[in-house]
């Protein structure tokens, strides 16, 4: 499964800042695609050389693969934004999720965005004629989030986008394009949303 770890392997604070930009993409971007596009896109900046400075995060395709989510952690997490936004269930209570519904939400938006990238680097392998490692071409192609096996997946995909320019930069155009196009609805689903709500002020009569 793309290299996920039982026991944690990445520092502390690396593993937090992981956990969270997975995260924080599912919250903005809850369709399951959406936010592996947005995720796959930040991951990939790591390796690009043109990737604006602020875009930097220092978690790329392998550490993504790394993450080890702390259930109670990432819930405390989410119910403070919940009880800061006022967001409740049906019942107009403040709404609380589990540990293990937040822990499988991270590890399992952390497989669509790493299966996102291999999607992309094997349609551009194919594009180009370039020949891909057995370790990426073996996995089955199905959109199941857990269906990748082998912890060498991830260093292996690296290691031939860093290699091949054209495969990478044709996944660079692919998913930016995605990621664009996700940032895109959900702007206009917001607008929509804001005009559904917006009550125009009644006109005053005029009393003279």
Not at 7 to 29: E, I, K, Q
Not at 121 to 138: D, Q, S
Not at 151 to 179: D, I, K, T
Request: net charge positive; charged share 20%; with cysteine.
């Amino acid at each position: 499964m793309f290299g996920f770890n039982r026991a944690p392997t990445l520092p502390p604070d690396m593993n937090d800042r992981a956990c969270m930009l997975v995260l924080n993409n599912v919250a903005r971007y809850p369709q399951h695609w959406d936010s592996g596009y947005i995720t796959a896109d930040t991951l990939l900046q790591e390796i690009n050389p043109e990737a604006e400075p602020h875009r930097l995060t220092g978690i790329g395709i392998v550490e993504i693969a790394q993450i080890n989510p702390d259930g109670k952690k990432l819930a405390d997490t989410v119910h403070a934004i919940h009880d800061r936004f006022g967001i409740t269930d049906p019942n107009g209570e403040p709404l609380r999720v589990s540990h293990d519904e937040v822990r499988n939400t991270v590890r399992t938006g952390g497989h669509v965005a790493l299966r996102a990238v291999l999607k992309n680097t094997l349609a551009g392998a194919e594009y180009f004629g370039v020949a891909a490692p057995n370790a990426l071409t073996r996995q089955p192609r199905r959109q199941h989030a857990a269906f990748m096996h082998g912890s060498n997946v991830a260093p292996q995909m690296l290691e031939y986008l860093q290699e091949e320019p054209l495969v990478r930069s044709y996944v660079f155009q692919s998913l930016g394009v995605l990621a664009a196009q996700t940032k895109a609805k959900s702007r206009a689903r917001q607008q929509e949303a804001s005009s559904a709500n917006f009550i125009p002020a009644r006109r005053q009569r005029n009393s003279h």
